[in-house]
C-alpha cells in the first residue's frame, strides 16, 4: 500500500500573508513517489524596476460640481513582463510553442475575397497587423501538467495612437517580438490565475506556486529516473517525438486581452526609441517597398510585372499576366472565337 501525505498550501501560507496563484488553494494527497515543489517569488513593488506597474492611478477623496463624494482609491498595480517572468520560473512553465497565426483584421478580407471569387495577392496591402498563439506546460499540483493557450493581436492603429514618430518607428520594428511577448504573458496570467490589478499592499506579499515533481529519495523512481536519463528519445517516445498539432489558424474573436497597454511598450524591445535612417521616420521604409515589388509575378513566365498590370490582367484574365503573355492569352481568344 502506497502511502500519501496530506498538503495543504493554503493553510501552511494563509492567504492574508500570501498571494495564492494557480491550484494551490486546494487540498491534495500526495502519493510518496511525489513530492511538493513549493516556490516563494517576491516581487519588487517599486514600477521602476520593472516588476510591477502603475494600472490606475488613485485619487484622494473629493465632492464633484454635483455635490456628489467620491472616496479615495489606491493606485491599482499591475504585474508587468519582468514579473511574470520570475512567477513562471517559479512555477515549473515552459513555453510549449510560439504560431503567427492571421489576425482579425486579415479574416475579414480573407472571408470578403472568398465570396467574391477574385485572386488574392497576400501582402499587396499595407496592413501591418500581427497575431501570435502562444502555447506553454503548466505543472500542477494534482500531478497533471496541463496545456494553456493564450493569442494576442496587435492591431496597430489602436495602439500608435499619440506614439512620436520616433517611438512608433521603433514599435514598428519590433512588433512581431511584442506581440509574442503579449501572448505570453496572458498565458502565464491564465495559467496562474493572476489578477489584472493589485494593490500595493497585496503586491507586497509574497506570491506562492506550487506543483509536484518525482520524488528522487524514493528508490523506484530514482531507479526509473536514472533509466530514462540514458534511454534515446525513440525508446522514450517512440518512433514519432512527441508534438503540438494546430488546430486553429485565426485569432479566436472571444479572446480575452493580456494586459493593457498603460505598460511601457519600451520594456519589450530592451533598447530606447531611435530616429529611423533616412529621415522619413517609418523604418525601413523605401526596402519595403522595393521588396514588394518582386511579390508581383506573371502566372505565365515569372517575370515581375507592375502592381497596375498584375492588378488589370486579374481583373481581365483571372490571373496575373504580364503585357507579353496577355497579347498571347488574348489573341488565342481571337482565334478561338474566329473558329
Given at each position: 500500500?502506497?502511502?500519501?501525505?496530506?498538503?495543504?498550501?493554503?493553510?501552511?501560507?494563509?492567504?492574508?500573508?500570501?498571494?495564492?496563484?494557480?491550484?494551490t488553494?486546494?487540498?491534495?494527497?500526495?502519493?510518496d513517489i511525489k513530492a511538493p515543489v513549493v516556490q516563494v517569488v517576491r516581487l519588487d513593488p517599486d514600477p521602476r524596476k520593472k516588476d510591477v506597474?502603475?494600472?490606475?492611478?488613485?485619487?484622494?477623496?473629493?465632492?464633484?460640481?454635483?455635490?456628489?463624494?467620491?472616496?479615495?482609491?489606491?493606485?491599482?498595480?499591475?504585474?508587468?513582463?519582468?514579473?511574470l517572468k520570475k512567477l513562471a520560473d517559479g512555477a515549473g512553465i515552459k513555453m510549449v510553442s510560439s504560431e503567427h497565426v492571421?489576425?482579425?483584421?486579415?479574416?475579414?478580407?480573407?472571408?470578403?475575397?472568398?465570396?467574391?471569387?477574385?485572386?488574392?495577392?497576400?501582402?499587396?496591402?499595407?496592413?501591418k497587423d500581427v497575431a501570435f498563439r502562444i502555447t506553454i506546460s503548466v505543472p500542477q499540483l494534482t500531478g497533471e501538467v496541463l496545456m494553456v493557450e493564450d493569442t494576442h493581436e496587435v492591431i496597430i492603429d489602436n495602439v500608435v495612437i499619440g506614439m512620436s514618430t520616433?517611438?512608433?518607428?521603433?514599435?514598428?520594428?519590433?512588433?512581431?517580438?511584442?506581440?509574442?511577448?503579449?501572448?505570453?504573458?496572458?498565458?502565464?496570467?491564465?495559467?496562474?490565475?493572476?489578477?489584472?490589478?493589485?494593490?500595493?499592499?497585496?503586491?507586497?506579499?509574497?506570491?506562492?506556486?506550487?506543483?509536484?515533481?518525482?520524488?528522487?529519495n524514493h528508490d523506484d523512481v530514482k531507479r526509473a529516473a536514472i533509466e530514462n536519463m540514458f534511454r534515446s528519445s525513440q525508446k522514450l517516445f517512440g518512433s514519432v517525438a512527441p508534438s503540438i498539432?494546430?488546430?486553429?489558424?485565426?485569432?479566436?474573436?472571444?479572446?480575452?486581452?493580456?494586459?493593457?497597454?498603460?505598460?511601457?511598450?519600451?520594456?519589450?524591445?530592451?533598447?530606447?526609441?531611435?530616429?529611423?535612417?533616412?529621415?522619413?521616420?517609418?523604418?525601413?521604409?523605401?526596402?519595403?517597398?522595393?521588396?514588394?515589388?518582386?511579390?508581383?509575378?506573371?502566372?505565365?513566365?515569372?517575370?515581375v510585372i507592375p502592381r497596375n498590370v498584375w492588378d488589370y490582367s486579374v481583373d481581365h484574365y483571372d490571373r496575373p499576366l504580364c503585357y507579353k503573355c496577355q497579347k498571347i492569352v488574348r489573341n488565342g481568344q481571337r482565334g478561338g472565337m474566329r473558329k
Open positions: 500500500m502506497k502511502s500519501v501525505n496530506e498538503l495543504s498550501i493554503s493553510k501552511q501560507y494563509p492567504a492574508t500573508q500570501y498571494n495564492l496563484l494557480g491550484n488553494d486546494v487540498m491534495v494527497e500526495v502519493p506597474y502603475i494600472q490606475q492611478k488613485g485619487h484622494k477623496a473629493y465632492i464633484d460640481d454635483e455635490g456628489r463624494s467620491h472616496p479615495e482609491t489606491p493606485d491599482m498595480y499591475a504585474i508587468a513582463k519582468n514579473g492571421i489576425p482579425t483584421t486579415c479574416q475579414k478580407c480573407v472571408a470578403a475575397n472568398r465570396y467574391s471569387g477574385k485572386v488574392v495577392q497576400c501582402g499587396s496591402c499595407r496592413n520616433k517611438q512608433k518607428a521603433e514599435f514598428m520594428k519590433h512588433l512581431p517580438q511584442i506581440c509574442e511577448a503579449k501572448a505570453l504573458n496572458g498565458a502565464i496570467r491564465t495559467a496562474l490565475h493572476i489578477k489584472n490589478t493589485y494593490t500595493l499592499d497585496e503586491i507586497r506579499k509574497p506570491f506562492v506556486v506550487a506543483y509536484l515533481v518525482p520524488n528522487l498539432q494546430q488546430v486553429e489558424t485565426r485569432v479566436p474573436f472571444g479572446s480575452a486581452a493580456e494586459a493593457s497597454y498603460g505598460e511601457d511598450l519600451s520594456d519589450y524591445i530592451d533598447g530606447t526609441y531611435t530616429e529611423a535612417s533616412g529621415g522619413s521616420g517609418v523604418v525601413g521604409q523605401s526596402q519595403e517597398q522595393e521588396d514588394r515589388v518582386s511579390d508581383f509575378r506573371c502566372d505565365k513566365c515569372n517575370e
